[in-house]
């Protein structure tokens, strides 16, 4: 099996909908733009890529949304050097399709209340049906490591809430770890590193906005 030496996540830049939340009343989320900044973080982070991974090929992921691809062709990647796949389980938690501002306000108070990870929007996702899809995305990349020629890099171009699922998923934290932290920052990256030992650890830690608080012994 040809593990990959670095696998790097990667949060979309900034977008519309993160400095203006009254954009959803008029777009769909899918189709949300990277704002002026977004592209410039892109751009940053980009940069840092470029010069993490040399001229070494990249087996690249991303996200269906418009803000995650725009944010990709931000990186300015030598397209000699990558291999691109949309992945449609990378995409942003669904929180309904048309989203009234104060409806989607209050949902999020009860979120707060109720769990991120349990409760669900009306007509979208929990963070347990995101937590799903990853899982499932994370069996077809172990399988996709099987091939002899897979590449020493891989890049997920995705959303926040996703990134710390995955992590959650792949490190096997808890749900009282997931609820503890928080989303990076846009174009902020994490990266699982291969080690000696043929483990991978996680360059950087999430923040955290509170202490985890395990019902049990698995905390």
Request: include cysteine.
């Amino acid at each position: 099996m040809a593990r990959p030496r670095r696998i790097v996540l990667v949060r979309h830049g900034e977008s519309t909908g993160n400095i203006d939340d009254s954009v959803y009343e008029r777009e769909p989320d899918h189709a949300l733009a990277l704002t002026d900044r977004g592209w410039q973080q892109a751009e940053e982070t980009g940069k840092t890529l470029r010069e993490l991974f040399g001229q070494e090929q990249v087996s690249v992921y991303v996200s269906p949304y418009r803000r995650t691809h725009e944010t990709l062709r931000a990186f300015h990647l030598d397209p000699d050097l990558i291999r691109v796949r949309e992945e449609p389980r990378l995409r942003e938690q669904d929180w309904g399709n048309w989203q009234d501002r104060d409806d989607v306000r209050l949902q999020k108070a009860y979120r707060d209340a109720y769990g991120h990870f349990f409760y669900r929007f009306a007509q979208g996702e929990s963070g347990a049906d995101v937590y799903d899809r990853v899982g499932n995305f994370l069996e077809s990349l172990f399988r996709s490591f099987e091939a002899p020629d897979h590449p020493p890099n891989v890049l997920l171009v995705t959303h926040g809430l996703a990134m710390r699922l995955f992590c959650m998923r792949w490190f096997h934290w808890t749900v009282a770890d997931f609820e503890s932290l928080q989303n990076p920052g846009n174009a902020e990256m994490r990266m699982l590193v291969l080690g000696d030992d043929d483990r991978y650890t996680l360059n950087r830690p999430f923040e955290r906005w509170c202490d985890p608080e395990p019902y049990g012994i698995t905390g």
